[in-house]
């Protein structure tokens, strides 16, 4: 129903979108193609935890969540020197960038409407982040910081404390980057 408005151009669809974003949680990447016109619709989670890329390739237009379909796919494919040297510092790149030049990562949250005989295509942040410090937290967000590392310290030294090896098993991502750092 939401992708068949969307891909209709209904009234209200994106502001559907959005809603439906924020009360939905998940790891998800939605592709829908309309039956009536040459259109598609692609959108993600609001957190991107299905990480896509995108390229164009001529009049053409490539989506995929693996990076070596832009490689086999795309003659002149080379790499950004600065996502490079993003994934090798943080073992990501930023933002929208890839370690391939020309691909870009959709953001989370985005919609993107493909007109596809047209040959063009739109994006459009469906539920942009909002950084906005809350009513709720007294002290505001650097009590809640202090108080969220506070309690990692604690939560991490129990466990060291356990009278076993301590073993900090990496996956690379920010959690455990900060487990690491709190023990």
Sequence with gaps: ??????????????????????????EFLVVARSRNVPKLVVFSDNLGRLPTCWTRAGRHLIISRQPEVFVTSVASMSLDPMGVAQSLLFLYPLGRRTPLRDVSALSPGTLMVVHAYAGN???????????????????????????????????????????????????GGLDSRAVLTSA
């Design 121 to 171: 295509f739109e994006l459009s942040e469906s539920l942009p982040p909002n950084l906005e410090e809350k009513g709720s937290c007294e002290g505001g967000v650097p009590r809640a910081a202090a108080e969220i590392a506070t309690l990692l310290r604690q939560a991490t030294a129990r466990r060291m404390a356990s009278g076993g090896p301590n073993i900090v098993s990496l996956s």
């Design 1 to 26: 129903d939401l992708a068949e408005a969307l891909l209709s151009g209904a009234p209200g669809s994106r502001g559907r979108l959005t809603n439906w974003l924020k009360d939905t949680d998940g």
